[in-house]
């Protein structure tokens, strides 16, 4: 589990393709590596990786072929920087929201509006997503737990902080980049459950879209 708070901006040191269209992903980032151990969760752009190995400020993970398919990782190359988050301790604040690292769709930037000590960033999102976003609810964003400031029909917007622009990927993403959406698990169990009770008590199975 995470919170949406990016401790450091990594980089992609190689990627090697291993069998059955997986990679072992080595990256740069000398913070959450600095207690990392093999079997520890880290999470890259929001996508929750287990660590093989850790040594000299550099960590590897495997990565099955099925998240490089759902997330936008399979895009990534040696140099690219890349939003990092250990997995959050038991105690310790909790500054975002509750993030699981499994990511649901990737989204698209469309469009940024920059503003005296914001801006105003706009992604395209699934279709089978949109239902889960709401005005003033929490979505993660290539790992970056924010606030919902719009929704449109197939799109959202968010406003992004200067710390925001400074110290994750966002800050330099440009039209047609790619992002990692996750959105809030809350919502999710919600719909599961209310999606049991109308069962119950018509007999008929609701249609729910799968996510990933």
């Given amino acids: 589990m995470f919170t949406g708070i990016v401790e450091e901006l990594g980089e992609i040191v190689r ?122 609810g929490s979505i993660t964003i290539d790992g970056v737990s924010l606030t919902v400031a719009e929704v449109g029909a197939d799109e959202f917007a968010v406003g992004l902080i200067p710390t925001t622009l400074k110290l994750t990927t966002l800050g330099a993403k440009g039209v047609g980049d790619q992002v990692n959406l996750e959105v809030d698990v809350v919502a999710k169990y919600v719909e599961r459950l209310l999606g049991a009770r109308l069962t119950d008590a018509s007999g008929a199975t609701p249609s729910t879209p799968g996510v990933a």
């Fill in 15 to 136: 990627v090697t393709a291993t069998a059955d269209d997986s990679a072992l992903v080595a990256v740069r980032g000398p913070l959450v590596t600095s207690d990392a151990r093999h079997g520890d969760s880290i999470a890259v752009n929001g996508v929750c990786l287990t660590v093989v190995d850790a040594t000299d400020g550099v960590f590897t993970a495997d990565v099955m072929g099925e998240t490089l398919r759902r997330s936008a990782l399979g895009a990534l190359r040696p140099g690219d920087p890349v939003n990092l988050e250990r997995a959050a301790a038991l105690g310790s604040r909790l500054g975002g929201h509750l993030v699981q690292g499994h990511v649901d769709g990737v989204g698209e930037l469309i469009s940024r509006e920059p503003a005296e000590q914001w801006e105003t960033v706009r992604f395209r999102l699934p279709a089978a997503l949109a239902r889960y976003v709401v005005e003033k």
